[in-house]
């Protein structure tokens, strides 16, 4: 029997290389739809696709097990009026041209696993926020509503659909757990602003098999993909130093943040904003997450 094949939109990607990889691991055929296709010797096939509208990548959707869609422009970087298009874009019209494709198949895919992300709560502050939580403000969080709109809004009402609300991605190979882990290295590994604000943090191996149950799982709806215990910055920090056995790194200021953030061209409030997000779903399904204490998350990522 030939293995189910799994399509991974916008899969080339930090969150999509470590994907591709574990579902060749258990067996599936993948399929990853990239802008710079290349040839690979591990099994995945990629297949050109611009995120824009349908084309000959159409036919790869044809009697998959699964489309997983990734697909958005990185939010790392100034959120100017033209880069917050850009970013909602990416995001709006992946979902677009791939409900165009769905059409057109005489057998689709049977489940759709959709990204989100924890910023569609907006900056919570220290209130706790389950799946339930109503949508935040500012440019972030409405983007991450079109997002999910443009997603509940596909017209395939057989197909079941898995949207991710995707926190922040701890990796060895990408992410800014690396640029972090640079700056501790240093002794540049302080708390950010008051310290006070709250990351929802998840290990890549712990997403990686929450998308794994999206696809084989009888999952639907909405789920937080994030770890069962969320931290301030200030203890996330502090967590980063041990691992990297740095006793004390000086604070960095709200404004030392903006003012770096510019030089590198990244957005401070990405640092300064807190939203505290529980999985609340996937618990109640009973998921085991192997790391469920950042100590733990960290030590193996060092």
């Not at 297949?47 to 699964?66: F, H, K």
């Not at 869609?69 to 100017?80: D, Q, S, Y």
């Not at 949508?135 to 509503?145: F, N």
């Not at 807190?274 to 779903?281: A, H, N």
Request: proline share 7%; with cysteine.
């Amino acid at each position: 029997m030939s293995p189910k094949r799994i399509i991974l939109a916008g899969g080339s990607g930090f969150i999509g290389r470590a994907l591709a990889q574990g579902l060749r691991e258990r067996d599936y055929e993948v399929v990853i739809l990239t802008r710079a296709p290349r040839a690979r010797a591990d099994g995945v096939t990629e297949i050109a696709w611009d995120g824009e509208r349908p084309g000959p990548w159409v036919a790869s959707l044809e009697g998959a097990e699964a489309l997983v869609n990734l697909a958005g422009h990185n939010i790392n970087c100034p959120h100017t009026p033209a880069n917050l298009a850009l970013i909602a874009s990416s995001r709006v019209n992946s979902v677009r041209a791939l409900a165009a494709a769905l059409p057109q198949l005489a057998q689709p895919p049977r489940v759709w696993v959709q990204a989100g992300a924890v910023g569609f709560y907006g900056d919570t502050g220290d209130r706790p926020c389950t799946e339930t939580s109503p949508a935040g403000s500012g440019p972030l969080a409405g983007i991450c509503r079109e997002w999910e709109q443009s997603f509940h809004a596909v017209p395939a009402p057989r197909l079941r659909r898995v949207l991710l609300r995707i926190g922040f991605v701890l990796g060895r190979e990408g992410g800014a757990l690396p640029v972090l882990s640079r700056l501790t290295r240093l002794f540049l590994g302080g708390s950010v602003g008051d310290g006070r604000q709250y990351l929802s943090w998840i290990h890549l191996a712990d997403l990686n098999r929450m998308i794994v149950a999206a696809v084989a799982e009888d999952l639907s709806g909405t789920y937080n993909a994030v770890g069962p215990d969320p931290v301030t910055n200030a203890e996330f920090m502090r967590a980063l130093r041990h691992a990297w056995h740095r006793p004390w790194s000086p604070p960095a200021p709200a404004w030392a943040v903006r003012f770096g953030s510019r030089l590198l061209r990244s957005e401070a409030s990405l640092a300064l904003m807190s939203t505290r997000c529980l999985p609340q779903r996937f618990q109640e399904r009973g998921f085991q997450f192997q790391f469920a204490r950042l100590a733990d998350a960290l030590r193996d990522l060092r």
